[in-house]
């Protein structure tokens, strides 16, 4: 829902990049997100694409036994 709300709030405003994305997160090993992109500069540069990297910063995941890793999610950022 929270990154639904971001690409609904942006295609309001007609500002998306649309189609598939890939949004890529730093997770490190406690599981909280460090950092994260769109591999896409255009998507990074989005209304859409600053929102949702905005959120996924907050996330966090499982504890990594491994250590900190790269994670890449495929996204299609569109409304519908």
Sequence with gaps: PALKA???AAAKRGKTAG???RLVMNVEAD???SAAR???DAANASAAGRCIVKRAK???????PGGPTEIGIPLILSPN
Aim: glycine fraction near 10%.
């Design 19 to 21: 189609g598939r994305q």
């Design 6 to 8: 971001c690409i609904e």
């Design 38 to 40: 769109f591999r896409d």
């Design 58 to 64: 907050t996330w966090r995941f499982p504890a990594l």
């Design 31 to 33: 599981g909280h997100v």
